[in-house]
Nanobody
Framework: QVQLVESGGGLVQPGGSLRLSCAAS????????MGWYRQAPGKQRELVAAIPSRGSTNYAGSVKGRFTISRDNAKRTVYLQMNSLKPEDTAVYYC?????????WGQGTQVTVSS
């Protein structure tokens, strides 16, 4: 069983930055593919970025060049650095952990980009 707790959301002006964190409990964190998803009101949840245990990161086209996903296996934490934020980035951001048939979600953290 893995529990995920997100933090770091909030209100930021357009062009600003935020860093989201997702702390995981449980074992074998380093084996999981970790991802950040987001869901805006009235829209489906979408993948923002993912980082596997090994290999290349993956980004949605809308955030490529602005967002960076990283992980610290020793701290069992995954991060999402968000720069040059836009109003359309406003959403609830969810952390996700996936390994074979196991899939876990965090409770989400609100990010609002507004002047």
């Amino acid at each position: 069983q893995v529990q995920l707790v997100e933090s770091g959301g909030g209100l930021v002006q357009p062009g600003g930055s935020l860093r989201l964190s997702c702390a995981a409990s449980g074992s074998s964190f380093s084996l999981y593919t970790m991802g950040w998803y987001r869901q805006a009101p009235g829209k489906q949840r979408e993948l923002v970025a993912a980082i596997p245990s090994r290999g290349s990161t993956n980004y949605a086209g809308s955030v490529k060049g602005r967002f960076t996903i990283s992980r610290d296996n020793a701290k069992r934490t995954v991060y999402l650095q968000m720069n040059s934020l836009k109003p359309e980035d406003t959403a609830v951001y969810y952390c996700n952990a996936e390994l074979l048939d196991k899939l876990y979600w965090g409770q989400g953290t609100q990010v609002t980009v507004s002047s």
